[in-house]
């Protein structure tokens, strides 16, 4: 008696584990979600206002050579001396774009940067202003140091992130 309960309940238990299998596999995967951080991430929606209140979006920044994008606080020296550099070289800009990206949180201090450094005279290869989306920065910004440049390619796939610190050497194999 003991032995055919033993297969019954062995018999359930395979059959119960098959119907699981069964109703995993009817059941597609959804793709992984992107966090935009990663290399290969797209670029994720843009919602940038330049001081002169135009509206930046992703279509807007579509050419056919690597796109910079340089997330910034208007009060840090680290970027100031990045801007100082992108500005030193923008010769080496022939298609390559850079967008600068300041936070929603900064927008007060924007105006002070662009009358220090003169960015706008650099257009269309500098196009800076501050996310209106307050998702581009929460999206693309890992948190380590700033400036951070993330390039992505003529496809707008993420290729590298610079953070801290960054020579114009490291960024030359970039530039198109």
């Known amino acids: ?5 033993m297969i019954i309940a062995m018999l359930l238990g395979s059959s119960a584990s098959f119907a699981q299998k069964k109703n995993a596999d009817s059941h597609p995967q959804l ?3 992107s966090h935009y951080k990663e290399i290969g991430d797209p670029l994720p929606p843009i919602m940038v206002y330049t001081l002169d209140g135009r509206k930046i ?3 807007d920044m579509n050419n056919d050579a690597n796109l910079f994008v340089m997330l910034f606080n208007p009060t840090c020296s680290h970027c100031e001396e990045m801007t100082k550099q992108l500005e030193r070289n923008i010769k080496l800009f022939n298609k390559s774009k850079i967008l600068m990206v300041a936070p929603h949180t900064t927008k007060d201090y924007v105006q002070g940067f662009e009358d220090g450094y003169h960015t706008s005279k650099y257009a269309p290869i500098i196009t800076m202003g501050v996310d209106s989306s307050m998702h581009l920065v929460d999206k693309t910004f890992q948190y380590k140091a700033i400036p951070q440049i993330s390039i992505y390619d003529k496809d707008r796939k ?5 953070s801290g610190e960054i020579s114009i050497d490291s960024l030359k194999p970039y530039i198109q």
């Open 1 to 5: 008696m003991v032995r055919k309960l």
């Open 31 to 33: 793709p992984a979600v």
């Open 57 to 59: 979006t992703n279509k």
């Open 158 to 162: 993420l290729i590298k992130v610079f």
